[in-house]
């Protein structure tokens, strides 16, 4: 039931008591502001991270050759691995959990890359269709790259966004135009862009591989091996990585053993492991968070004590003419529950405020025409993406805080319940 | 209506106990006007606690009317103290911070009556004080019998059985006392009981009935027919 009187007591004691209630809910509100902040800033980091691990696959197997470290079966050490496509199909045959799959092959040296008097500076992975997948890159304009492709050896490209601004010019449709690799003429089918916006991801050219191999010389060489898994588990993911070396190794003839041979980049486990520091730093947060609030809630706590005590007069002529000690706690739990929900909520507006000024950029260019940001890595400022927290921990905060006011004024009520009546009124 | 019987009253001193009340039986007819008296140490404040539900007694029983005032728990008691009791104090105990309406008010406030009824009926009543024109004035703009006269009408407010006055004069001048002690009076006129605790003899000479206490028992009483109306 609403109860207009008791709001007004409690109006009354805060109107008179203005500087203690201000500085009370501010210990709340700072507690509370820091919480969001903190969790915002958690939040924005594994934005951030998880942005960077989101433009490839995540269930992805990345396979590089490298050098042997130890001899093998009469193989001396220090021999170089090098990968053909005869490993592409014994990865994709050999191992059944293989979903997409795809090689690439990079072009030896430094491919000039031109359309009319227009130059640039891409990189340029040749690739199998299923690259698609394993990159997680998607189309803009056009198609990808298909069989068909490959198996006709056709002389067709598919682009970055950025790859298309440069030389065909922004928002051009460049499709069925050609762009010269090394003289060689190669048609756009597509425009790529990347489904989370990475700049570095839309700067590339994909080729058939099969078509690359034939005109840039690369016989049957392929650089890496990329596969994605499904929905395989941490342990089956290490299971087909342990799998890979298996039948890398036996064709290549080195000891399984040997980390050096070949790298297996797990991006499964990567992501466990990302998820697991992600996870105690959120643990972390919350901890030093529920701290400062704490600090609060103690100090709420303590006003609402002397509160009491100051009162203890008043509250034992409200005793005399008749409140049950009913009454009197939930006047004093009133009073420390509004006074921590109000300065919280306070608290929690600040810091989403504070949290949506940083996302609008506006302190970037405020700071940039003060020059207060040379020398300064703008892409280190990215690892901070979209900091925010969602409404369900809002929410949570918020009871939080209620709980918290009653918890803080429950001691003080208790007292001042007890204060009996008699003793009250005799003191002066 | 008011109904005492063989009351005992210890407080616990350390180790030991001292025995304030040592067997108290009083009776007090309905609208009766009754003064306690005893100098200090006599144990009237202790037995003025009782009376007003207070404090618990440890042996006897107390009746108000029909009800046995024994063992009650804090809420209880705090109904039947805003049920049949009204308390005048010496030092008239109004909340600061409140008007003299609001004030006067407060005990229908725990009766749940509402905020418009109560503030009429505050406002009825401190006109019977002849203080309807203080009506919004905090008690430090009062002086000495203008706030006793307000904490007179919030004891009337809820129509008690009895008017419970702890040293009601005790900080006013003869003046005034006389005021108060005329409103007390013309409270009695209207059939409610009033019993006064003091150590004033002139306040005592101005009651029908006078209890003199000493040693936590009752030393004599005084019953007189023609009494010194202030």
């Not at chain 1, 998880?50 to 021999?79: H, L």
């Not at chain 1, 342990?235 to 890979?244: P, Q």
């Not at chain 1, 990215?382 to 803080?408: C, E, K, Q, T, W």
Request: glycine share 8%; charged share 20%.
């Amino acid at each position: 039931m609403f109860d207009l009187d008791k709001w007004q007591e409690i109006f009354e004691t805060i109107r008179r008591n203005r500087l203690r209630t201000l500085l009370t809910g501010f210990s709340v509100g700072w507690g509370i502001f820091m919480l969001v902040l903190l969790l915002g800033a958690g939040k924005g980091l594994e934005n951030g991270v998880t942005r960077e691990i989101a433009s490839d696959a995540i269930n992805s197997i990345f396979i590089f050759p490298g050098r042997t470290a130890e001899a093998y079966k009469g193989y001396k050490a220090g021999r170089r691995i090098r990968f053909t496509n005869d490993d592409y199909e014994l990865i994709k045959n050999g191992i059944p959990e293989v979903e997409y799959i795809s090689s690439r092959f990079y072009i030896p040296g430094t491919p000039i890359i031109s359309r009319q008097n227009n130059f640039g500076s891409f990189s340029i992975r040749c690739v199998h269709p299923g690259h698609q997948q394993v990159e997680n890159t998607a189309i803009d304009l056009g198609r990808y790259l298909t069989e068909r492709d490959l198996s006709d050896y056709r002389k067709v490209a598919v682009i970055g966004r950025r790859v298309r601004d440069a030389l065909f010019g922004e928002g051009v449709n460049p499709i069925g135009q050609d762009i010269k690799i090394n003289n060689f003429a190669f048609t756009v089918v597509g425009v790529s862009k990347e489904s989370i916006a990475d700049a570095g991801e839309e700067e590339v050219i994909y080729l058939p591989i099969t078509t690359a191999q034939r005109i840039f010389n690369g016989k049957n060489e392929i650089n890496r091996i990329i596969f994605t898994m499904g929905d395989a588990t941490l342990d089956e993911s290490k299971d087909i990585a342990r799998r890979v070396r298996q039948l890398v190794a036996e064709r290549h003839h080195f000891n399984p053993k040997d980390r050096q041979a070949i790298w297996v980049r797990n991006n499964i486990e990567n992501f466990q492991e990302f998820q697991n520091v992600m996870m105690g730093m959120r643990i972390f947060i919350w901890f030093i968070a529920v701290g400062t609030l704490m600090a609060g809630i103690i100090g709420v706590g303590n006003i609402m004590l002397i509160v009491v005590k100051e009162r203890t007069k008043e509250i034992g002529i409200r005793k005399a003419l008749g409140a049950t000690p009913n009454s009197i706690i939930g006047l004093i739990l009133q009073e420390s529950v509004f006074i921590t929900t109000i300065s919280g909520y306070l608290g929690i507006l600040l810091g989403i405020a504070t949290l949506e000024f940083y996302n609008s950029g506006v302190w970037l260019e405020l700071f940039q025409s003060f020059n207060m940001m040379q020398g300064v890595d703008l892409n280190a400022i990215d690892i901070f993406y979209n900091p925010s927290i969602d409404l369900g921990v809002a929410f949570r905060a918020m009871i939080l805080l209620v709980v918290a006011g009653a918890f803080a004024g429950l001691m003080p009520a208790y007292r001042a319940a007890k204060i009996r009546p008699i003793v009250a009124l005799r003191e002066e | 209506m008011l109904r005492l019987q063989n009351i005992h009253k210890s407080y616990p001193i350390g180790q030991q106990s001292l025995h304030v009340l040592k067997g108290i039986d009083i009776d007090i007819q309905s609208g009766e006007l009754v003064s306690i008296m005893g100098s200090s140490g006599s144990g009237k404040s202790t037995l003025l606690n009782i009376l007003g539900i207070l404090d618990n007694y440890d042996e006897g029983s107390y009746y108000i009317g029909d009800t046995l005032i024994k063992n009650l728990s804090e809420t209880k008691a705090a109904v039947y103290r805003n049920q049949f009791i009204g308390f005048i104090f010496q030092s008239f105990n109004l909340i600061s911070f409140k008007s003299a309406r609001e004030n006067v008010a407060l005990p229908l406030y725990y009766q749940n009556v509402s905020r418009r009824k109560r503030n009429a009926l505050a406002e009825e009543y401190l006109d019977k004080v002849g203080l309807l024109a203080w009506a919004d004035h905090l008690p430090n703009e009062m002086s000495g019998g203008q706030k006793q006269r307000v904490a007179i009408a919030r004891a009337l407010i809820s129509q008690p059985q009895m008017i419970l006055a702890d040293e009601p004069t005790g900080a006013l001048d003869t003046k005034t006392s006389h005021e108060v002690m005329q409103v007390l009076h013309d409270i009695n006129d209207d059939g409610i009981t009033v019993v006064i605790v003091t150590h004033e003899h002139d306040i005592s000479e101005m009651t029908k009935r006078v209890i003199h206490l000493r040693d936590g028992l009752i030393e004599r009483e005084e019953k007189r027919d023609l009494i010194i109306r202030p």
